[in-house]
């Protein structure tokens, strides 16, 4: 396979994962003002207050309002989110009177997807995704776009030791941290002068094939910030391919939450090429 058409297939694969499993926001960047002191700190300082500012928490609740756009379709809906801090994250899609038509698993070690509305589900497993698409990228980064987190790919955690990794740059009002994976993925992190990250880019080696998440309307929440919007686009060529909008409505962390799920019988199991392919992905 050429590297382009293998770049594609991986940012493909890796939006199909997030755009199902969370079609996020897109709004601009409220909440997000610079303060022209604040980095006048070293830049491994500042790295560092960014990874301290990120919103950190046991569980995760919120329901949420959804919007997709991609090249040929286009809906909204309403949804309902449930994380469990490195464990698992579950979106149940409710486009209708609440009625759940599709509902997504995602794990540390698996992803699981159920279409309840033409009785399908896809399930499988990161080491079987990452043997197609030789992709670094797990469920911890994953778990670190939602929770507004620095991450390093294919590392489960975050810590300032890891500022040796990353390229910075950085002026008045903004930082920006970067790193290149071992596939020659590249992931930039942009940080305002308030230490609150702002967005999170995935592109690969030529820059053609981008993937971008943003943060905005940040919500105090337990003495923290919560971005209570968020976006994710994908964009090929400089055309954007799909965009999902996230706004988050009365979000709750460290409260009890239930997770139990099972497939129910008589689903018929499909690929994940086929679940991305039913969203007209191209």
Request: proline share 3%; hydrophobic share 40%.
């Amino acid at each position: 396979m050429k590297k382009m058409e293998l770049d594609g297939k991986i940012l493909k694969i890796l939006c199909g994962v997030l755009i199902i499993s969370l079609f996020a926001a897109c709004k601009t960047n409220k909440g997000a003002t610079a303060y022209d002191a604040d980095i006048m700190k070293t830049e491994e300082n500042f790295f560092s207050s960014v990874i301290d500012r990120s919103c950190r928490f046991n569980t995760l609740s919120a329901r949420i309002k959804l919007e997709f756009e991609g090249r040929q379709k286009q809906f909204s809906s309403r949804a309902s989110l449930k994380m469990i801090y490195n464990e698992r994250l579950q979106l149940s899609i409710q486009p209708l009177l609440g009625i759940e038509m599709f509902f997504i698993e995602v794990g540390a070690d698996s992803v699981k997807i159920v279409d309840r509305m033409n009785k399908l589900y896809m399930t499988d497993s990161y080491d079987n995704l990452k043997g197609e698409t030789q992709i670094d990228f797990n469920f911890h980064n994953l778990q670190a776009l939602f929770a507004n987190q620095i991450f390093v790919p294919g590392e489960n955690d975050i810590s300032p030791a890891h500022f040796r990794l990353f390229r910075s740059t950085a002026d008045r009002s903004r930082a920006e941290f970067k790193l290149k994976d071992t596939n020659g993925m590249f992931y930039t992190f942009e940080a305002g002068g308030n230490e609150q990250l702002l967005s999170t880019t995935i592109s690969n080696g030529s820059g053609n094939l981008m993937l971008a998440w943003n943060y905005g309307n940040f919500l105090p929440i337990d003495n923290q910030r919560f971005p209570s919007e968020m976006t994710v686009r994908l964009s090929a060529d400089g055309d954007i391919q799909g965009t999902v909008s996230l706004s988050f409505s009365t979000p709750e962390i460290n409260s009890p939450i239930n997770t139990d799920f099972n497939i129910p019988s008589g689903y018929k199991r499909v690929t994940m090429a086929q679940i991305i392919n039913s969203l007209e992905i191209k």
